[in-house]
């Protein structure tokens, strides 16, 4: 196997190749017939090396990654700079990616080209939902490599930035309310969707079925993606109240569960479905959405914590977690007290 640019030839090693690198780059180069590059590979370069060998050679079936692909620039018939994927897509879709170029062939473009073909390779396989680096915060070249492929940053830590590139991917899917009889395959659905989450307490499927048959279910607001007959996202938005202090209550509408299928995530069908059931639930007449979850995902849909309207979740979770979003302006302003949003 062999991947190629007009300018750039990508060989992914072989168990043996892998195993003859790490005795030292001549030999490799001499096993691939290259001109020699004089390139000592650095001791913490071996030291990763080792760990990615090992994993290749543990799983022979799936070495490609794990294996180190070496770039070769087809002018020089030299290697010039080697990738990796640092694993297997895992159960969300998820590749990590390292790469290093030698002294020398910095600042030309390599590295920005080899990351734009291989991810383009891993994106090929239905496994592989995004692609993930890290670089170091003062590591500028490398983190321009990202950007011109697109990558955008995802996650910060103390000394690093985590870059995250999602598959385009276009889906020709309708929303529509649920009926009677996709109230089997919501339950299937579910479950599968939630097998598969980060969060989750085993039973998400049993929680809607229940929402529907009491009183807070809003048949309007139980709604299903669906791609040529086959259903792939659900959401529904039910009744809920904040208990006042003043002993009254304010209704509004609580977002529980959002599942779609672990292949349709990352391409806009949960947001979809969320935003189909915000502006329904407008026109119902509810001024107010709430939920628990992510504040990095929700934010985008308006969503902040219910403490900075002086509302409280009654349950020991941290508050940042409780988010609400008006659906008319100033909806909350007049609301104190607490919600449960289970």
């Given amino acids: 196997m062999l991947l190629e640019t007009n300018r750039l030839k990508i060989i992914p090693l072989t168990i043996g190749q892998f195993k003859l690198l790490l005795s030292g780059m001549e030999k490799l180069e001499r096993e691939l017939v290259l001109t020699p590059s004089n390139y000592i590979l650095e001791e913490r370069t071996c030291e990763a090396m080792e760990c990615q060998y090992n994993l290749a050679a543990g799983n022979p079936d799936n070495h490609l990654w794990h294996t180190n692909w070496q770039i070769v620039l087809k002018s020089e018939n030299k290697a010039v700079a080697s990738f990796c994927f640092k694993n297997a897509p895992d159960e969300a879709g998820l590749i990590e990616i390292g790469y290093g170029t030698n002294p020398g062939y910095q600042n030309k473009g390599i590295m920005t080209e080899a990351v734009k073909l291989l991810s383009d390779w891993a994106f090929c396989h239905m496994s592989v939902i995004s692609v993930i680096a890290e670089t170091y915060r003062n590591n500028i070249p490398s983190q321009r490599v990202l950007q011109k492929n697109g990558m955008a940053i995802y996650k910060e830590t103390e000394e690093s930035l985590w870059w995250k590139l999602e598959k385009q991917m276009t889906v020709d899917y309708v929303i529509r309310q649920e009926t009677e009889k996709d109230f089997s395959e919501i339950y299937a659905l579910i479950k599968t969707a939630f097998e598969t989450a980060t969060v989750k307490d085993g039973d998400e499927q049993d929680f809607a ?134």
């Fill in 209 to 342: 079925d229940n929402l529907r048959k009491g009183s807070r279910y809003i048949s309007q607001l139980a709604l299903v993606a669906e791609v040529e007959g086959k259903l792939i996202g659900h959401i529904m938005l039910t009744k809920t109240y904040v208990m006042q202090s003043d002993g009254t209550e304010y209704e509004g509408l609580l977002i529980a569960p959002v599942s779609v299928l672990l292949e349709y995530r990352n391409v806009g069908v949960g947001s979809a479905l969320i935003r189909k059931g915000m502006e329904q639930g407008k026109e119902l007449g509810y001024k107010a959405v709430f939920l628990c979850g992510d504040p990095a995902y929700y934010h985008r849909f308006g969503f902040v914590p219910t403490s900075n309207y002086g509302i409280k979740y009654i349950h020991d979770v941290p508050e940042q977690y409780i988010m609400a979003c008006e659906l008319e302006k100033g909806a909350l302003d007049n609301v104190f007290g607490s919600i449960d949003c289970q």
